[in-house]
Nanobody, 126 residues
């Protein structure tokens, strides 16, 4: 069983930055595809970013492209989401997700992931 623990959420002013962290269990973490999704109240869960096993391939939703950066440190079993130029529209609960099968095709669909973190709240004020 893969366990994911997120941290780093909070309140930030529009235009500011925040970095989310996701700590993952598993000795084969370096083979996992990892992703970040977000869900605002009353809205569907939406894709934000994904990264393949090595970090050599990434994919971003158009809504965050150029502002968010996903990265990973396999030696530490950590995945990060650096969020810059934050907008009020970015306000949501952010979830870390893992696919321990390591499949990579951009991984923008939530159904491709089989493990999820508890979520961390990000609130961007005007």
């Amino acid at each position: 069983q893969v366990q994911l623990v997120e941290s780093g959420g909070g309140l930030v002013q529009a235009g500011g930055s925040l970095r989310l962290s996701c700590a993952a269990s598993g000795r084969t973490f370096s083979s996992y595809t990892m992703g970040w999704f977000r869900q605002a109240p009353g809205k569907e869960r939406e894709f934000a970013a994904a990264i393949n096993w090595s970090g050599g391939a990434t994919n971003y939703a158009d809504s965050v492209k150029g502002r968010f950066t996903i990265s990973r440190d396999n030696a530490k079993n950590m995945v990060y989401l650096q969020m810059n130029s934050l907008k009020p529209e970015d306000t949501a609960v952010y979830y870390c997700a893992a696919d321990d099968r390591g499949y990579w095709s951009g991984n923008y669909q939530w159904r491709t992931y089989n493990y999820w973190g508890q979520g961390t709240q990000v609130t961007v004020s005007s």
